[in-house]
């Protein structure tokens, strides 16, 4: 028989804890958003390829921070429950906080039972209509979530980013101030973004069932001049 | 429904059939004593913007079950579905359909190919048609934004899929609306002169096949009309469709009810 060392659980949660927000620190961050008629998503993402934010659902959309191919699965498994339950039951019926609550319980399951714990940080956002709010579902690591009802920040200097931006933020704006609110307190006094590094997404009605979209780097440096 | 999370060697990809088939959302296909009724028709024509379909609203059994059923649907901006044969899987089908493109959409961040989603439905017709009586034969028609140019595919019972490039029709009625097809169609059609044969093909079929419903006057029902252009899935609107089959009527009630001597 081998030997095992006793490990305290304190210590074994703490130890996990470090190991996760090590990996999500090494990524860039993430602000998620209200606007007056819509929520915004903006990621800094050096890649055009490899995106941080998606579209779920009609009116559900995605962000994940941290290791790529964690968040990506998580996606995935996103749009195949989202699809599966509008499939099996009605459109109406695919809720964000039921997505959110997996997410959670499965991050949660790996935090204390995986060979390791997910090195990602996630968010569901939903656009409210008749029958459900609009919320911002924020997801950590160790599967604590929390549901905000004007922001949410991701990603390592999430602390510094959250204050910058709520500085600016104590009403909500249309999406033009929004965004550069939002680019703003993601550089920082000392730097700026440019804007191929810039992922933005937002769900916003336009008619369609559909609410998501991409938004172009076009679109996005109209928006910010 | 929990999260559906795979490895790696057993994920479904970015397709909702396969993924349904693995998390067990489809109904279970089997063989049993059925009627498999292949009442319909729906036409589609190619013209020098798109693609024309026409497809009448009529839901057959031993009787008449249904009167405005839709057998044309969108299956995404840009593509058509339409179906004969059983209502129930055919609606299952078109369902299917609409979310798969979707989904890959979604999944991927890029939509599929025209031919793409025509090679998609082959597997999927096949599998039903081969081990169910319950057969469904579905028409895929398009705007290809690649190819900047309308297509059309049809389907044989056991899933093959076979490109056609002038028109196509499914259902009962094929035999009397391929007819005239084949009489009025030329390669340089435009919207106008497509709407009016793909009518005058539907008027057809509804005229002598008893499954397929023409134009019914009494409750302002007529067979939808769409066009599949650059524009996206366009549906005319009642009014139009119904001036165009009095139209015929009218010119086949002069003749006696016939065309009567030329294709109108």
């Known amino acids: 028989m081998s030997n095992y060392f006793y490990v305290s659980p304190e210590q074994l949660t703490k130890d996990r804890a470090e190991f996760a927000q090590k990996g999500i620190a090494r990524g860039r961050s993430l602000v998620a958003a209200l606007y007056d008629v819509g929520v915004l998503l903006v990621a800094e993402n050096p890649s055009a390829s490899l995106n941080k934010i998606s579209e779920i659902y009609d009116r559900i959309a995605f962000a994940g921070v941290g290791k790529y191919n964690e968040f990506d699965r998580l996606r995935e498994a996103g749009i195949r429950w989202a699809d599966g339950t509008g499939f099996t039951y009605s459109r109406e019926d695919v809720d964000a906080r039921a997505l959110a609550n997996y997410y959670a319980q499965h991050l949660g399951d790996m935090f204390t039972e995986g060979q390791k714990p997910l090195e990602v940080e996630i968010l569901v956002a939903q656009l409210g209509n008749k029958i459900r709010p609009t919320k911002l579902y924020r997801i950590a690591y160790e599967g604590t979530i929390s549901d905000e009802s004007r922001f949410a920040v991701l990603g390592g200097d999430a602390e510094t980013i959250r204050s910058r931006f709520a500085a600016t933020e104590e009403v909500i704006h249309p999406l033009r101030e929004t965004l550069r609110n939002a680019v703003d307190a993601l550089a920082g006094p000392e730097r700026t973004i440019a804007t191929p590094e810039l992922e933005v997404g937002i769900l916003e009605d336009r008619g369609a069932r559909r609410t998501f979209l991409r938004l172009s780097d076009d679109q996005v440096s109209e928006l910010l001049r | ?264």
């Open chain 2, 1 to 264: 429904m929990g999260l559906p999370l795979y490895d790696a060697h057993s994920d479904p990809g970015p397709s909702f059939y396969q993924y349904a088939q693995t998390a067990g959302l489809n109904a279970a296909v089997s063989a049993s004593s059925g009627l498999s009724a292949h009442a319909t028709t729906v036409i589609a024509v190619r013209y020098d913007q798109g693609v024309v379909m026409v497809g009448d609203r009529q839901a057959t059994g031993n009787y008449i079950a249904s009167r405005d059923v839709r057998k044309i649907e969108p299956a995404d901006r840009f593509t058509a579905i339409a179906i004969s044969g059983t209502a129930a899987r055919g609606i299952e089908f078109i369902r299917m359909a609409q979310l798969s493109f979707e989904h890959y959409e979604k999944m991927t961040d890029s939509a599929l190919s025209l031919e793409g989603k025509a090679n998609y439905l082959s597997p999927i017709v096949q599998r039903n048609n081969l081990s169910s009586p319950l057969i469904v034969i579905p028409l895929l028609a398009g705007w290809d934004p690649s190819h900047q140019v309308g297509r059309i595919f049809e389907y044989d019972g056991a899933g093959g899929c076979y490109e056609r490039f002038d028109f196509a029709t499914i259902g009962s009625g094929t035999p009397f609306a391929e007819s005239a097809l084949r009489l009025g169609f030329r390669t340089d059609l435009d919207r106008e002169a497509a709407l009016e044969l793909g009518a005058l093909a539907l008027y057809e079929a509804g005229d002598n096949d008893p499954s397929t419903g023409g134009p019914d006057f009494v409750r302002n029902i007529y067979p939808m009309m769409v066009t599949i252009t650059s524009e996206g899935f366009q549906e005319l609107d009642n009014d139009d469709v119904a001036a165009r089959f009095r139209a015929i009527n009218e010119r086949r009630t002069q003749s006696g009810g016939v065309a009567g001597g030329t294709l109108r």
